[in-house]
């Protein structure tokens, strides 16, 4: 704020000698006018750095309760969740607890290369893990896509509207959640379709997976699966059909976010 007064009392100055040339001048037109005195350059005002545009802005909806703080929002966005899927696939799928935090972490996890299993909003699928091949060529056994099939459905069977609409009612809750992560300052919804566009490049892997096991765990044999990132190769090890439904509801999920009608 200093810096600023200074500029602005520098410049009114300037103004202020400059009126006073022009009314002396104006007054001895015969005169020699006098030497002018250097006057220093006023340096420039310090840019101020601009907060980073929105992109996709989710539109106030009209609540008839204000939202909970942050802290105190896993019982009413659980509700919320209820009245979307029901109370069984909640408690079949959904990791209540610190709900919204977990999903702002998770989505924005999700692009980079690892994703906090321990933060994840939605439980793991039944089963094991399933290996098949021989030893010396293992590859991942389409059994496993069976696991995901049950979470796949439901995903499926949302309303997407109604999902877009509730997501819009506890936006300011995601919003601040994302705030908490410590990024610089970001808009969370933009963050999702940067997210949601990610996803839809992960490509269809069709035939036998191969893997390797380098360690304790099995892993992509190939490099340029194995280094892609969590999120994209969660949607390979699901299946190709799986992936298919996932990503179909991811567009039609960003259609909602773009449309600029969350909520109506």
Same mark, same amino acid.
């Given at each position: ?19 006073? %040339?022009?009314?002396?001048? @104006?007054?001895? $037109? ?16 310090? %840019? ?59 989505? $924005? ?20 893990? %399933? ?5 010396? @060529? ?29 997501? @819009? ?9 994302? %705030? ?23 490509? $269809? ?37 799986? @992936?298919?439904?996932?990503? $179909? ?16």
């Amino acid at each position: 704020m200093n810096e600023n007064l200074t500029w602005i009392a520098g410049a009114v100055a300037v103004v202020g000698l400059s009126i006073g %040339a022009l009314v002396y001048f @104006a007054r001895n $037109d015969k005169a020699e006018p006098p030497p002018a005195e250097p006057v220093a350059a006023l340096p420039p005002p310090e %840019a101020v750095p601009e907060e980073p545009a929105i992109k996709h802005p989710v539109p106030e909806t009209k609540a008839q309760e204000p939202l909970p703080s942050l802290n105190e929002s896993d019982v009413p966005v659980q509700k919320a969740l209820t009245d979307l899927i029901g109370k069984e696939s909640v408690e079949q799928f959904v990791v209540t607890k610190e709900l919204v935090r977990h999903i702002v972490v998770t989505v $924005d996890n999700l692009s980079t290369e690892k994703a906090a299993e321990r933060l994840r909003p939605v439980k793991r699928p039944e089963g094991k893990f %399933a290996v098949g091949g021989p030893e010396e @060529a293992p590859v991942l056994d389409p059994s496993n896509y069976d696991r995901y099939k049950p979470l796949v459905q439901l995903i499926r069977s949302i309303d997407t509207k109604r999902f877009a609409a509730t997501y @819009a009612r506890y936006y300011p809750l995601f919003q601040d959640a994302y %705030a908490d992560l410590g990024h610089p300052p970001q808009y969370f919804n933009d963050r999702l379709v940067e997210v949601i566009d990610h996803l839809l490049t992960t490509p $269809d892997v069709q035939g036998p997976i191969a893997l390797a096991q380098p360690g304790v765990l099995y892993q992509f044999a190939d490099p340029a699966l194995e280094s892609r990132s969590a999120g994209q190769k969660a949607l390979i090890r699901m299946g190709p059909e799986n @992936a298919t439904v996932v990503k $179909d509801k991811l567009r039609e999920l960003r259609s909602e976010l773009l449309a600029g009608k969350l909520g109506d």
